[in-house]
């Protein structure tokens, strides 16, 4: 049901932007997630479906959370990445009748 794209190998400062595109549901909740090589998964962004934004602490000011209501996709504007931001993204979408639906994620390496 999610498909997650974008993913890739940049440099220290560069920019990224993931795509994930739902289908099946209509998603009240979007979020991204990343998890570390030995680490938990932790939530980077989410955006209600009237627009209202989350983010870590670690990527505010860096990464911009969108989303696509009508096309049912969402987007994570990625700037100013640093070798810490390295992980597999997850792109998430929850539904009001306790749906939680996980796409397959997709790796952002950040070199130093």
């Known amino acids: 049901q999610l498909q997650a794209s974008g993913g890739g190998l940049v440099q220290t400062g560069g920019s990224l932007r993931l795509s994930c595109a739902a289908s099946?549901?209509?998603?009240?909740?979007m979020a991204w997630y990343r998890q570390a090589p030995g680490k938990q998964r932790d939530l980077v962004a989410s955006i209600s479906s009237g627009g209202s934004t989350n983010y870590a602490d670690s990527v505010k000011g860096r990464f911009t959370i969108s989303r696509n209501s009508v096309a049912n996709m969402v987007f994570l504007q990625m700037s100013g990445l640093r070798p810490e931001d390295t992980a597999v993204y997850y792109c998430?979408?929850?539904?009001?009748?306790?749906?939680?639906?996980w796409g397959k994620g997709t790796l952002v390496t950040v070199s130093s």
């Open positions: 099946g549901s209509t998603f009240y909740l």
């Open positions: 998430n979408a929850k539904t009001l009748w306790g749906g939680d639906f």
